[in-house]
């Protein structure tokens, strides 16, 4: 429930963060400047002893991020693949948080898998195993099936785990409320849209249904792409709190040790990483978007294997387009192009100077080419991406939000497996490839026969329109007057133009 009441969490949030000593690495690992370090311990420090303890064996931000809860962790779990933002070592300890939180009881996930599937588990399963992996919102049991002896993975929701997020949702939207209400500047960023969506987005998690859904749906894809693989669902064992899917064996794509025990290239790997994200955006308009390293393994063979399917991206075609105009402006350096898209799709008011715009991009689009990932700060670079959308009124774009956050978790795997990768060299063959296909007079063909192919729905009912049409001009048993034919000549045309479009989609 939303209210003032939430502000006790948000005062406990600072609190908790104190009383951990996250307060502090948090602040170093974003190089906050001085007045805001000195600035937050002064409200945070008379309050610590409202924090959660959490886990003393835990280091200070796992430990405060585990105790605040499942939204919290997600946070965490972006932050975890970028050390480029946050520093190796926070990194490494925030990585815990992607599948080696503690995890509930056995016998619990037993209980709730039988009531979901109604049906004794030993029915279900010959084997069951304790949890091998627990997250956020779920863990995941090895098993193997009663019926056809197929080894699975079983994934069973945290108990409770709907009413922690709403919870936490709730004092997300007062926060938003209050930064709106107190910074009038940061409503151009929309914070409040900006939680609607994730708030959006998690609801979607929550439900195993429609992750197995999506499972499917990736799979189905993705299925020609190769050394990629999407394990798919057993559907009679899936349910809102249960989802059971082939089992996929393979090393932690965060565990470089074991990836170079298996003989695979991990320069190569992390290429392709970036390579099958953009793929999938640009090409399918659907993609993976929670692609941290710890949804991801890699087989004996070196084929990456996608896991956990509740956070999926979906751009339509148009979106797509605009997003690969821009990357294919900046990987040939022609900032003017990127700016006129920007303007072009209404990202920049069209009050703005484009020429001012395109010399501002310059500024961030220079600095990182023809360098690899070792000698790019990637702070200082959002820091002054942040600045340039200041600038120029940029509002937050939510139907993007998916995408360019999770291509800040595919670039941080992609460094984690290669320090030295250059990802705009990476991707610039994917977007090349896209650009030829669907920017240029061939995309312009497809277009025409897709209008055409839905104005052809209507082609049963062009002589009932007409003949419609004629009566209202004329009145019963009146011919049309010449210079009412006009529009029957055009819906003539209209259909002659319908059937032309069918031939061209025939024949793309």
């Known amino acids: 429930m939303r209210g003032p009441h939430n502000i006790w969490r948000l005062v406990r949030t600072g609190a908790t963060l104190e009383r951990t000593g996250a307060m502090g690495v948090v602040l170093e690992a974003f190089r906050a400047p ?91 399963f010959s084997e069951f195993s304790e949890p091998v992996a627990a997250a956020s919102i779920a863990q995941v049991h090895h098993a193997r099936l009663s019926d056809a002896g197929d080894e699975v993975a079983v994934k069973v929701l945290r108990p409770g785990i709907l009413q922690a997020f709403r919870k936490d949702i709730d004092a997300f939207y007062l926060a938003a409320g209050l930064i709106e209400a107190l910074m009038p500047a940061t409503r151009r960023l929309r914070p409040s849209e900006v939680i609607a969506h994730f708030e959006g987005v998690v609801m979607g998690e929550l439900d195993l249904r429609l992750e197995s859904a999506a499972a499917a749906e990736f799979a189905a894809n993705t299925e020609g792409d190769a050394g990629f693989a999407v394990p798919r669902p057993h559907w009679l064992l899936c349910s809102r709190n249960v989802m059971t899917l082939q089992w996929a064996e393979g090393a932690p794509l965060g565990e470089n040790a074991a990836i170079d025990l298996l003989g695979v290239d991990r320069g190569a790997l992390g290429e392709r990483v970036l390579r099958l994200f953009l793929t999938h955006a640009l090409r399918d308009g659907y993609f993976h978007a929670d692609m941290h390293q710890g949804n991801l393994k890699v087989a004996a063979d070196g084929t990456i294997i996608a896991l956990d399917f509740g956070i999926m991206g979906r751009i339509d075609e148009y979106t797509r387009r605009v997003y690969a105009e821009i990357l294919y402006g900046f990987i040939r350096k022609d900032y003017r192009r990127v700016a006129e898209v920007h303007f072009e799709a209404g990202y920049v008011p069209a009050d703005q100077d484009i020429d001012e715009f395109a010399r501002a991009l310059r500024a961030v689009g220079e600095p990182i080419f023809d360098m690899d990932a070792t000698g790019i700060s990637m702070a200082r670079l959002l820091n002054y991406l942040f600045e340039v959308t200041e600038r120029f009124g940029m509002e937050t774009r939510t139907e993007l939000i998916l995408l360019q956050r999770t291509m800040v978790v595919v670039e941080g795997v992609a460094r984690s497996l290669h320090p030295q990768i250059n990802i705009w060299r990476v991707a610039q063959p994917v977007v090349e490839d896209y650009i030829r296909d669907n920017v240029g007079p061939r995309a312009a063909l497809r277009d025409l026969a897709r209008a055409a192919q839905v104005l052809s729905r209507f082609g049963p009912r062009l002589p009932q329109m007409v003949e419609a049409r004629l009566m209202g001009w004329g009145g019963a048993g009146q011919a049309a007057r010449p210079s009412r034919l006009w529009p029957l000549v055009w819906m003539t045309a209209g259909a002659a133009f319908t059937g032309l479009g069918v031939w061209i989609a025939t024949l793309l």
């Open 34 to 124: 001085p007045r805001l370090r000195l600035a937050t311990r002064a409200l945070g420090w008379p309050f610590k002893w409202l924090g959660l303890k959490g886990d003393p064996a835990l280091p200070p931000a796992t430990r405060a991020l585990t105790a605040l809860g499942p939204a919290y962790i997600k946070f965490g779990q972006i932050l975890s693949t970028r050390p480029d933002v946050v520093g190796e070592e926070l990194a490494r300890q925030l990585r815990v948080l992607q599948d080696k939180l503690p995890p509930f009881p056995r016998d619990t996930a037993r209980a709730m898998i039988e009531a979901e599937l109604d049906a004794p588990l030993d029915a279900l």
